[in-house]
Nanobody, 123 residues
């Protein structure tokens, strides 16, 4: 069974940094894409950053220049380095992995989610 487990969330002051990690277990193939999402109370879940299987990365405008997404394929771990944190970055952060439904063909995908890790930034 595929599991995603996030860690690294914490309470920090504005301007601080955090590094989130997401370990994927139960899946030995190549993911189609992985990403970080966040959801603040009363708001919809939004994508923060994502990385495709070819290494292409995408960032939300609100975090561009302040965060970096990276992936360790050997360790099956996804990271999110966040710098210059702002109070508006406070949210539950979720890791997601898009897995192929058939072999290695990413034209059909299924998304798996982690349980989330809380990030709180105080001013």
């Amino acid at each position: 069974q595929v599991q995603l487990v996030e860690s690294g969330g914490d309470s920090v002051q504005a301007g601080g940094s955090l590094r989130l990690s997401c370990v994927v277990s139960g899946f030995t193939g190549r993911t189609c894409a992985m990403g970080w999402f966040r959801q603040a109370p009363g708001k919809e879940r939004e994508v923060v950053a994502s990385v495709e299987s070819d290494g292409t990365t995408t960032y939300a405008t609100s975090v561009k220049g302040r965060v970096n997404i990276s992936k360790d394929n050997y360790m099956n771990t996804l990271y999110l380095q966040m710098n210059s944190l702002k109070p508006e970055d406070s949210a539950m952060y979720y890791c997601a992995a898009d897995l192929p439904t058939r072999g290695v063909d990413c034209r059909g995908r299924i998304r798996r989610w982690g349980q989330g890790t809380q990030v709180t930034v105080s001013s």
